[in-house]
């Protein structure tokens, strides 16, 4: 088929329709609105089957769609920020109970301050829900996405609900080329939903997701939801595996890029890792040894396939485009506690904050800090962690400043008028 | 409540103290647990740093004796030959040490005078705790009662009072076993039993969630351990109304079988709502270690006179 | 069951619901669960939201035949339009033989039903979901210790509420606020008055659209009385006419029970310690009056 140009939303409604999802739940929110808007057109023009119900919030669209997932149908959801959090105590409930289901979230800051463009504190903020997480690049990675998610997502040696997560603006209304993969091809990639034995019929009553009483029971079913999301990471190699061979595109657990040879390496996730391929274009060409490794699996962490990509490499400079606050960047964390102690593991892992709440990455940042990593590699001594954030910005975020924060009876037309009444002589 | 007012007692005799419930809120009728911890050299700030249940008391206060007989209770878990065991009871401590085939010490402290109605029943924690004060031999009588003082103040006086009075005399009750409890030693780290860890296996999902597929299966917990007052039926008075006892009953604890209703006395907690709704007032109540022990009596006879009692 | 519940005599004397639950001695909850459960059969799956009930399924045991959900306390309603619209689909595409199709049933408290759990509810209506909801209404937070929810009635003592004038506020009517969104049926119930229960357990077992039950819920535990006078209890709660008992089906209204000769409504607080300082040490005259005044209005209006 040829490419056709697709939003990231547009991508993952295809993504759904491919999989022939049986229920969406939705609920509206920026950027991720498109998504339902493009499923209820095709439900309601029966260009797709399936059913489609809008729920008054994300909490209740979560309750339902792990509830119609543990009834035994296939189903596809999607939210963002302010909304996956709204759903959040749902995220973690509907893990526990092994009910497989494919959530695509739009990357969004989170409040406070309000905002709408991307960065991943929303989705970070499930990591350890038990859904697992695949992240994308670009459009054409969304739509192979949603189908890898819903293989992973019902393995019976996973059986867990999986987030595909996609940046809100730089995907969500970005048009791309995208192959849709063959209908034909994706039903032998991707079988019908069989629910086995956990689903509700009169014939066989169950009992699903009881209370526990004492540690003991609950460490058992906390814990067995952990080892199901590491039996998923060979899981998604061999899913992966064969959507390459399907397919003819590479879809493992991490992209590395140029870091065969490579003494630095870029290590971020989402579309601005596109951005630093880009940059390690650039540098190659300036004669640097520099490549990116990606992560697509955050959820489970693919520890082993990271720290083998990474043997060799010399310094890590880890991008993250989130804020653990009071500690720093999580993917910088994560990495560290996945390399510790690893023999022939990077000497220098410099730690970068960048892209909250859609914050442009210039070129030249990309270039900057690869020279900071490289540097930090010569002299064995790591800099503090750094917020890409410039004198412009600065001195911009200071006039915005002097705007808010001027004095009532500056800006009042009636210069006193603003104060209360019987006030006025009083100064 | 019967922690509480053990625990301020040694905290006001100088100890340093931890005491809780196993859990928050409990429902009515149902067991409860409570432990306290107590360490000398409160004034040297010495802390406990133990938390949690206790792996090997020197002390346990069974209330209720039918606790006794649950395995999944759990009272006499962690016990050893030097843990005192004081039971609440009106059997004899050889019957006890008997059944449970106790080495230690076991001491009873004499259940209460019958009562018909449970508005009746004495406060069993303070009567536990001026038992268990009396055992521990470190703590004054004036320690006691102020204890009783601070935690039941806002019951008023009249309740403070009453369980002054039960608190007093189940420790004098007990004052020939005075000290009685020793302190234990703390788990040794050298040549300590080493826990049996396992490696989880990965199991299905469909065993590995928190799911039930049998049905019903609520009846193996016996909820009928929870009586104190059993409901009894005089079939000759019974009307075979149209099963007012059977719709009423809460737990679904009484089924008609033939004609005639049937209590269900393994899951009958006791709550005596038949009792009072009975048309023809054909449902009596009695107190529940009477009905257990004319029963013990039946078998007893039956053992002696060489019939099972199952045939009777 | 399947013959027309008309008298006492044909209520079930053997009961679907399983022996052995936590739940309290006395707990007028169970007692209207049990009674539902008998007219409601196994083919059913209860979704609940967080409240005393949710330990009735604790592993590894439960009491019902059929099958359970728990959700969460806020969400409950959204928890059953999942498994309804599933099942339909299911239905739809053959997946799923007729006979092996479900009455969904919401069970949840007044904590759920009055407050948290209300926009997942209205939302529900809204949309037509075909299933039944019941609320055990014990006026309180009853699973952590009794505090006042939005149906906690005036006056009353509570673990937050403890004053000399109880609760300040007032029971939300939430019978109007379900009545407002036009559903196919509400109905207020009590385990006390089991043929009237069966009844309208009956109708909305037959009925499709939202059918929407409080139950209110006797509760020895929190309401602070002894559990053999449950039962008492709420037929008192029906003759002062605290409770009414009624239905609503197309727009209209219909009281099930009107009691005449109204005994005077302190003969039902009088009963339990929640309402112990009405009484004593003096008589509350004021509040007593301004209770019972609220009563006669109500059915000033009705009759």
Redesign the interface.
């Known amino acids: 088929m040829a490419p056709t140009l697709l939003t990231g939303n547009v991508a993952a409604a295809w993504g759904a329709r491919l999989a022939r999802v049986d229920y969406v739940p939705a609920f509206p929110i920026t950027p991720q609105t498109e998504i339902i808007e493009t499923l209820g057109a095709w439900v309601d023009s029966g260009d797709m089957p399936g059913r489609m119900v809008t729920l008054e919030s994300e909490h209740s669209m979560l309750t339902a769609a792990g509830a119609a997932a543990a009834t035994g149908v296939r189903v596809f959801s999607a939210t963002s920020s302010q909304g996956l959090l709204h759903a959040m105590e749902m995220i973690y409930t509907v893990a526990?109970?092994?009910a497989p289901f494919v959530l695509v979230n739009v990357s969004r800051g989170l409040a406070s301050p309000i905002t709408l463009e991307a960065d991943h504190n929303d989705v970070l903020a499930a990591r350890d829900s038990g859904f697992l997480q695949i992240h994308c690049a670009d459009c054409q990675e969304v739509v192979d996405g949603v189908l890898l998610a819903y293989r992973l997502a019902e393995d019976?040696?996973v059986?867990l609900p999986v987030m595909v997560n996609l940046d809100g603006f730089y995907l969500s209304f970005t048009r791309e080329p995208v192959n849709l993969p063959d209908p034909a091809e994706v039903a032998q990639f991707l079988q019908p939903f069989d629910p086995?034995?956990?689903r509700f019929a009169a014939s066989?009553?169950?009992?699903?997701?009881?209370?526990?009483l004492g540690g003991s029971?609950y460490s058992?079913?906390r814990?067995?939801?952990h080892?199901?999301a590491q039996?998923a990471v060979s899981v998604y190699g061999d899913i992966a595996g064969e959507f390459r061979e399907r397919f003819g595109r590479e879809r493992g657990a991490v992209e590395a890029y140029q870091t065969e040879d490579a003494e630095v390496v870029f290590f971020m996730m989402g579309s601005f890792a596109t951005k630093a391929r880009e940059a390690v274009d650039r540098l190659r060409e300036a004669g640097q040894r520099v490549g990116l490794l990606r992560p697509r699996l955050l959820r489970p962490y693919p520890a082993d396939i990271i720290a083998g990509a990474l043997e060799g490499v010399s310094g890590v400079a880890v991008i993250d485009q989130n804020l653990s606050v009071g500690q720093g960047g999580v993917l910088h964390t994560e990495l560290s506690a996945a390399l510790y102690g690893r023999e022939g593991a990077p000497a220098v892992l410099t730690s970068f904050i960048g892209g909250l709440g859609g914050r442009e990455i210039s070129p030249e940042e990309f270039y900057q800090m690869a020279a900071v990593t490289r540097q930090a590699v010569e002299t064995g001594v790591t800099p503090p962690p750094r917020l890409l954030y410039t004198e412009t910005e600065l001195r911009e975020i200071r006039k915005l400043q002097s705007v808010a924060l001027v004095e009532r009876d500056e800006t009042s037309p009636r210069g006193g008028a603003g104060k209360p009444p019987g006030e006025e002589d009083k100064q | 409540m019967a922690s509480r007012v053990l625990g301020t007692a040694l905290f006001r005799s100088g100890f340093t103290v931890q005491d809780a419930p196993k859990y928050?809120?409990e429902?009515?009728?149902?067991p409860i647990f409570s432990t306290v911890r107590a360490a000398r050299g409160a004034s040297e700030g010495e802390t406990i740093n133990e938390r949690g249940i206790i792996h090997r008391p020197d002390l346990v206060v069974v209330a209720d004796d039918t606790l006794l007989a649950i395995p999944a209770a759990g009272t006499l878990q962690g016990i050893d030959p030097d843990t005192v065991v004081l039971v609440n009871s009106r059997e004899s401590a050889d019957t006890w040490r008997h059944r449970l085939n106790l080495q230690g010490e076991l001491l009873i402290l004499p259940a209460g005078s019958e009562v018909e109605d449970?508005?009746d029943l004495p406060h069993i924690g303070a009567t536990c705790a001026g038992a268990a004060a009396c055992l521990l031999g470190v703590i004054e009588p004036e320690a006691l009662t102020t204890a009783i003082d601070e935690e039941l103040g806002p019951l008023g006086e009249e309740a403070v009072a009453e369980n002054r009075e039960n608190a007093s005399a189940a420790f004098e009750a007990m004052i020939a076993h005075r000290g009685i409890v020793t302190e234990g030693a703390a788990v040794p780290a050298k040549d300590y039993e080493p826990p049996a860890w396992v490696e989880?296996p990965?199991?299905?999902?469909?065993i590995?969630?928190?799911?039930?597929?049998?049905?019903?299966?609520?009846?193996?917990?016996?909820?009928g351990l929870?009586r104190t007052l059993r409901p009894v039926i005089d079939y000759d008075l019974c009307g075979k109304c149209?099963?007012?006892c059977?719709?009423?009953?809460?737990?679904?604890?009484i089924?008609?079988e033939g004609d005639k209703?049937v209590i269900?006395y393994?899951?009958c907690?006791?709550?005596?709502?038949c009792?009072?709704?009975c048309p023809p007032h054909a449902i009596g109540s009695i107190p529940e270690y009477l009905a257990q022990q004319r029963e013990q009596q039946t078998i007893e006879e039956g053992e002696a006179d060489g019939t099972d009692p199952a045939d009777r | 069951m399947s013959e027309t519940i008309r008298?006492?005599?044909d209520?079930p004397?053997?009961?679907?619901?399983?022996?052995?639950?936590?739940?309290?001695?006395?707990?007028?909850g169970?007692?209207a669960l049990?009674?539902i459960y008998d007219v409601l059969g196994?083919n059913t799956v209860f979704v609940n939201a967080a409240g005393c009930m949710t330990?009735?399924?604790v592993?590894?045991?439960?009491?019902?035949?059929?099958s359970?959900l728990y959700t969460a306390m806020g969400s409950a309603p959204a928890g059953a339009q999942g498994v309804r619209d599933a099942l339909d689909i299911l239905l739809q595409q053959g997946r799923l033989p007729p006979e092996d199709d479900l009455q969904v049933v919401v069970l949840t408290g007044d904590g759920s039903a009055y407050g948290m759990g209300m926009s997942a509810t209205s939302g529900a209506m809204d949309r037509d979901l075909d299933f039944i909801y019941i609320c055990y209404d014990n006026e309180g937070y009853g699973?952590?210790?009794q505090q006042y929810s939005s149906a906690t009635p005036h006056g009353a003592t509570t673990a937050t509420s403890c004053g000399s004038r109880g609760y300040p506020g007032y029971k939300k009517d939430l019978f109007s606020v379900w009545s407002a969104h036009r559903p196919s049926y509400v109905a207020t119930v009590i385990?006390?008055e089991?043929l009237d229960l069966a009844k309208k357990i009956e109708k909305a077992r037959d009925m499709t659209g939202p059918r929407m039950i409080i139950a209110l819920s006797p509760c020895?535990?929190g309401w602070d009385y002894?559990?053999?006078?449950?039962?008492?209890i709420g037929k008192l709660a029906v003759k002062t006419g605290v409770w009414p008992l009624k239905e609503y089906e197309n727009g209209v209204v219909t009281h099930t029970r009107v009691p005449r000769d109204r005994p005077p409504v302190e003969e039902y607080l009088q009963r339990q310690g929640r309402f112990a300082h009405l009484f004593r040490p003096e008589r509350n005259e004021e509040l007593l009056a301004e209770i019972q005044d609220r009563v006669d209005h109500y059915w000033e209006e009705v009759v």
Request: hydrophobic share 35%; glycine share 10%; proline share 9%.
């Open positions: 526990g109970w092994r019976p040696a059986r086995g034995a956990i066989a009553p169950e009992s699903q997701a009881v209370a526990v029971p058992y079913f814990y067995e939801t080892l199901a039996n | 928050g809120a429902r009515r009728g149902a449970r508005a989880l990965v199991d299905d999902a469909s590995a969630a928190p799911d039930i597929r049998a049905a019903a299966n609520s009846v193996q917990v016996r909820t929870w149209w099963w007012v059977s719709t009423f009953c809460p737990d679904s604890a089924a008609v209703p269900d393994d899951h907690k006791g709550c005596m709502v009792v009072g709704i | 008298r006492m005599k209520l004397s053997t009961h679907l619901l399983g022996t052995g639950t936590p739940m309290c001695s006395g707990c007028g169970l007692e049990h009674q196994e330990l009735l399924s592993y590894p045991f439960t009491p019902f035949r059929g359970w699973n952590t210790g385990g006390s089991p020895p535990t002894d559990p053999k006078d449950s039962v008492d």
